[in-house]
């Protein structure tokens, strides 16, 4: 079992940004690949950043890339998400996961655990 904590949301103007972090509980939280996802109101949860159980690999949605880093200090059972260049369009609940495959996925029903979700607000 592992259970997650985001904290680091906050309203942001545009053109800001904010660090995102993920706690998360369990000796076997170097074994997982982990991902940061959000979803807006209206709209389905997507998935904006992921990375491998060894952080050898990354991914990154069209949209942030450039702007967000996913980065995890498995010594601290720490996810963050540093994300840069903020835009309105990035308004959404962001939560961190927990994926117990051995490879790093991107869709949402491949991941096992989920935090409760971080608002971030960016005003124009």
């Known amino acids: 079992q592992v259970q997650l904590v985001e904290s680091g949301g906050a309203l942001v103007q545009a053109g800001g940004s904010l660090r995102l972090s993920c706690a998360a509980s369990?000796?076997?939280?170097?074994?997982?690949?982990v991902g940061w996802f959000r979803q807006a109101p209206g709209k389905e949860r997507e998935c904006v950043a992921a990375?491998?159980?060894?952080?050898?690999?990354?991914y990154y949605a069209d949209s942030v890339k450039g702007r967000f880093t996913i980065s995890r200090d498995n010594a601290k059972n720490m996810v963050y998400l540093q994300m840069n260049s903020l835009k309105p369009e990035d308004t959404a609940v962001y939560y961190c996961?927990?994926?117990?495959?051995?490879?790093?996925?991107?869709?949402?029903?491949?991941?096992?655990?989920w935090g409760q979700g971080t608002q971030v607000t960016v005003s124009s």
């Open positions: 990375m491998s159980r060894s952080g050898s690999s990354k």
């Open positions: 369990g000796r076997t939280f170097s074994n997982y690949a």
């Open positions: 996961a927990v994926d117990r495959g051995a490879t790093m996925r991107i869709q949402s029903q491949s991941y096992d655990y």
